[in-house]
């Protein structure tokens, strides 16, 4: 497993660790978490961190969500 670098991809560690459990999320279920899942998952206990860790990673040109729909955010296809 390699080691997470922040000087080389640009984003923050918690906001690495969000992408990855969203990529893994969508891969073994086939639709996107929702925001609760993504803090369990993640470790964290707030949703408003969620949202801010989403909004970080949609500047950043990461993620996208889907308008007037639920379980919304998917990763847009870049490497870091």
Known sequence: RQEFDSMKS???KRQHDC????RQY????????????????IGTKSS?????????LKKRGLVD????RARSVYVRERKL
Do not use: D, K, W
Not at 30 to 35: D, E, L, V
Not at 48 to 56: A, E, H, M, Y
């Open 19 to 22: 992408l990855t459990f969203i």
């Open 10 to 12: 640009g984003i923050t």
């Open 65 to 68: 969500f889907l308008p007037s």
């Open 48 to 56: 408003s961190n969620i949202n801010r860790l989403l909004v970080q």
């Open 26 to 41: 969508i891969s073994s279920h086939g639709h996107s978490p929702t925001y609760r899942e993504i803090s369990e998952g």
